[in-house]
């Protein structure tokens, strides 16, 4: 078994997590790929990662679900036997829609994934990697959104305060668990070109937003990825309780 550092990427099989894997990947992380459907998605990267000189295995598991959260928890006990660093990346958004018709069902998806799953997959991590629990340290990256500060109205205001969540979240369990050798930081991407637009029936969103934006157009899955990569990086050594925004300005 190789001696390097194991990262988990909820959500690694597309999108902002995919290109997070790839990016650690040639950093020298060791890497488990997270997904919930998509497994063609995730095999095709990891094998390109592989194929690479990298190391990479995947594992399906949904973080809305504690049965899915064990199953990934075990995997990374299973393949690697370490663990050093979470990219707390899986999120969903819903359709476009004003709080006053949000049901009980989407809002429970909505917290289930995005905020309880993310908790959860934390707190695990944190039993793994504290120094309090017998661990070596470690680093933990939150994939918040600018949508946290910008309220999401008359689109997803359930979307943006579950961010809000992961924002309050970085900051508490920074605090909590920085003497026990874990960095806890956060992004806040804005709008970036990936698939999870046209989940939320508006696959053109990317686009048609390029002039709302200050840098007049979206972002790429690269350019968080790239944020994310520095801040689980020794280049942010000193960084915990940060949250960057990586949205052109938004
Ligand atoms: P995406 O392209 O839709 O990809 C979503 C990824 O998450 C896929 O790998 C998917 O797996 C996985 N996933 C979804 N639900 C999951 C679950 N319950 N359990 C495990 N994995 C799950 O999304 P993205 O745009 O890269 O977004 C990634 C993160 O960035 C999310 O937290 C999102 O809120 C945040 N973000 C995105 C934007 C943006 O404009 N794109 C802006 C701000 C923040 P499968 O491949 O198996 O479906």
């Not at 990262?7 to 997070?20: E, F, K, P, Q």
């Not at 990936?194 to 390029?210: L, M, Q, V």
């Not at 899955?221 to 925004?245: F, H, K, M, P, R």
Request: glycine fraction near 12%; charged fraction near 20%; hydrophobic fraction near 45%.
């Amino acid at each position: 078994m190789i001696d390097a550092r194991v990262l988990l990427v909820t959500g690694g099989s597309r999108g902002i997590g995919a290109a997070v894997c790839r990016k650690a990947a040639s950093q020298g992380w060791q890497v488990m790929i997270n997904y919930v459907s998509n497994e063609a998605a995730a095999r095709a990267l990891a094998d390109e990662i592989n194929a690479g000189g990298g190391v990479a295995k995947i594992i399906q598991g949904d973080t809305g679900t504690e049965e899915g959260i064990a199953a990934i928890f075990a995997a990374v006990d299973q393949a690697f036997g370490r663990l050093d660093g979470l990219v707390n990346n899986a999120g969903v958004v819903d359709l476009k829609a004003r709080l006053d018709t949000f049901s009980r069902e989407r809002l429970e998806r909505m917290f289930n994934i995005n905020v309880i799953g993310a908790i959860r997959c934390a707190a695990e991590s944190v039993k793994r990697m504290s120094t309090a629990h017998g661990g070596r340290g470690g680093v933990i990256v939150n994939v918040s959104s600018v949508a946290a500060l910008l309220g999401g109205p008359n689109f997803y205001i359930d979307y943006a305060a579950s961010k809000g969540a992961i924002d309050s979240m970085t900051v508490g369990l920074s605090k909590e668990v920085a003497a026990e050798g874990i960095r806890v930081n956060a992004v806040r991407p804005g709008i970036i070109d990936t698939d999870i637009h046209a989940s939320g029936g508006t696959p053109d969103r990317a686009r048609e937003t390029a002039r709302d934006i200050p840098i007049q157009r979206p972002g790429s899955a690269d350019e968080v990825a790239d944020a994310v990569t520095y801040l689980l990086s020794s280049q942010a050594s000193y960084i915990t309780g940060a949250i960057l925004n990586v949205s052109g300005g938004r």
